[in-house]
């Protein structure tokens, strides 16, 4: 555990379980996703349904905000081909902040002082 502020100790420090295969620049806003998505061709946009289907499985429901306690990769594959660019844009968006790095901290009253 290390010490940022008086008071506060970080549990755990969490990575993304991989690298994305989407770059960073692409996921910066929705807005900004939608226009790049509908300028792409076909072929482009078979690329990023496969990179899309290339996460972790437990994602699927997140990226399609789907209500359900899981979701098949069949099932998702189904929602990729049927998705506009507004939704993949807002996966893509969801995907940004799922892949950074999260530090867990938690509050104790007597940290820093002496036992």
Do not use: N
Request: aromatic share 10%; glycine share 6%.
């Amino acid at each position: 555990m290390s010490s940022g502020s008086p008071g506060f100790g970080m549990l755990v420090q969490a990575s993304p379980p991989k690298p994305s295969l989407i770059p960073a620049s692409l996921r910066a806003s929705r807005s900004y996703d939608e226009r790049t998505l509908s300028s792409l061709s076909p072929e482009g946009l078979a690329c990023v349904h496969e990179a899309l289907l290339g996460v972790d499985r437990h994602y699927y429901r997140r990226l399609a905000r789907v209500h359900a306690p899981y979701m098949r990769k069949t099932e998702f594959r189904d929602w990729l081909g049927a998705a506009d660019t507004g939704s993949l844009a807002w996966s893509m968006q969801i995907l940004s902040v799922l892949a950074q790095t999260k530090a867990y901290l938690y509050w104790c009253r007597d940290w820093g002082t002496a036992d």
